[in-house]
């Protein structure tokens, strides 16, 4: 059974880093894109990077060039490097991976909270 498991959110002050991992485990046919997602209190869910199989990434405008997103092939695991850390970050972050073949599959979510 496909199963992502989310780690290393917390709490973390203005201007700090948190290096966010999803372990993906289960899924034995090709994953198109895997992603990070994340969703602010009475926000909706908005997409923060993905990386496709080819290796292409893409980043939501309010994080280019302070995140990173990354994988780890040998250790099924993606990824969120995340620097120069703001209150806006503040949000629960979501693993997401995708198959050309309709799968979409979802962990289930790591807490980031940017406060003094």
């Known amino acids: 059974q496909a199963r992502l498991v989310e780690s290393g959110g917390g709490l973390v002050p203005p201007g700090g880093s948190l290096t966010l991992s999803c372990v993906i485990s289960g899924i034995t046919f090709p994953i198109s894109t895997m992603g990070w997602y994340r969703q602010a209190p009475g926000q909706q869910r908005v997409m923060v990077a993905t990386i496709t199989e080819s290796m292409i990434t893409d980043y939501a405008v309010a994080v280019k060039g302070r995140f990173t997103i990354s994988t780890d092939n040998a250790a099924n695991t993606v990824y969120l490097r995340m620097t120069g850390l703001k209150p806006e970050d503040t949000a629960t972050y979501y693993c997401?991976?995708?198959?050309?073949?309709?799968?979409?599959?979802w962990g289930q979510g790591t807490q980031v909270i940017v406060s003094s």
């Open positions: 997401n991976v995708r198959s050309s073949l309709g799968f979409d599959k």
